[in-house]
């Protein structure tokens, strides 16, 4: 097999702070990996702007013009992490053979990349990087991650554990991705459904070089949840069972409470029934609020809007660029060939 053409697929939201450290290290692994032949002279680096507000796109145009093999796309407002990367992965299919994933602030180690690109020579269409371990990760956000992929296994979802965004993915298997044709895309949990062979790859994660994450708690307890309802149908069925139990126990107290006042002892105080009337509206309301995550979701897919609008594709200027230089050669060769065919009388 000769050398595959990567693109490295990098999602940015407000990264000036890490940014020219992120074009330099990954230009320069490019650069090597292309002297080393393990990837093809025409691989590239696609930068995806995700509506930034700082100086994040100035910074990738710049590096677009000053640096052979940086690309960037810009979508016209904040879509989110996830569509961001669909984005760049939609983006970059037509002119790669694999395309690799991974978030700006670099804290997954680009040193393993040459790694993926070796799996993929192998037959491997998907290559997941996984971590070693969580050390760089608070007790809160890795007791909570760990519980998050205990939940999914116990619900039947394949997840890769301890797999963020940082994968390899063949031309092939994005163009199946891409028949996913849903709004709310769970890539963690989207991508192993393709089936296509797969491998993994262990690293050890860094600390990240400056700024701040861009998964609070606030958006990592939303991203869970909606990985959560996205492949299950069984937190309703847990609501229904609870439900279930909640009345039967009641029909219990009702028993107890008759047997009481036949045999004449005094009726329990206002606290029992105080309890037991927040108790069941407690559970009303977590049910309904549940089962309305569920319709919310069914409505935005009946909506079927874009997931991303792009505002500038520098890849699609160069497959323009590059459709119009094989026209104008076959034009060329049509004319030279014309000139050689003699005319008949």
């Not at 700006?104 to 990349?113: M, P």
């Not at 797999?163 to 991508?191: P, Q, T, V, Y």
């Not at 937190?235 to 009481?260: N, T």
């Not at 230089?325 to 050689?340: A, F, H, R």
Request: proline content about 3%; charged content about 25%; overall charge neutral.
């Amino acid at each position: 097999m000769t050398e595959p053409v990567l693109t490295i697929v990098v999602p940015c939201y407000n990264e000036e702070a890490v940014l020219k450290d992120t074009i330099s290290q990954l230009q320069d692994l490019l650069v090597k990996m292309i002297e080393d032949s393990i990837v093809d002279e025409n691989s590239k680096i696609l930068f995806v702007d995700d509506g930034s507000k700082d100086k994040t796109w100035s910074i990738i145009e710049k590096a677009s013009l000053q640096f052979n093999y940086v690309r960037g796309l810009k979508l016209s407002r904040n879509v989110g992490h996830q569509n961001a990367l669909l984005a760049g992965l939609f983006s970059a299919k037509d002119v790669s053979d694999c395309v690799i994933s991974i978030d700006a602030d670099l804290q997954d180690d680009i040193s393993v990349i040459p790694l993926f690109i070796e799996k993929f020579i192998e037959g491997n269409e998907i290559v997941y990087g996984v971590r070693n371990r969580r050390d760089s990760d608070t007790f809160f956000k890795r007791k909570s991650a760990e519980l998050f992929y205990s939940v999914m296994k116990k619900m039947g979802v394949d997840l890769i554990f301890n797999h963020a965004d940082f994968r390899l993915m063949s031309k092939r298997a994005i163009e199946e991705l891409e028949r996913f044709d849903e709004a709310n895309l769970f890539l963690r949990g989207i991508i192993p459904l393709i089936g296509f062979p797969s491998a993994v790859v262990h690293y050890d994660r860094k600390k990240r070089m400056a700024g701040e994450t861009k998964y609070p708690l606030k958006k990592m307890i939303a991203f869970a949840f909606d990985g959560i309802s996205s492949f299950s149908v069984t937190p309703i069925r847990l609501v229904l069972f609870i439900g279930m139990v909640s009345f039967f126990v009641s029909l219990l107290f009702g028993a107890y409470f008759l047997f009481l006042k036949f045999t004449g002892h005094t009726a329990t105080g206002w606290t029992s029934l105080i309890t037991s009337i927040w108790l069941i509206g407690g559970l009303q309301l977590i049910a309904i609020g549940l089962v309305g995550e569920y319709i919310g979701k069914v409505y935005k897919e009946t909506k079927r809007r874009p997931k991303f609008i792009v505002e500038y594709d520098s890849f699609a200027i160069q497959k323009t660029i590059s459709a119009r230089q094989l026209q104008m050669k076959e034009d060329e060769l049509y004319s030279i060939v014309s000139s050689k065919i003699p005319e008949s009388n």
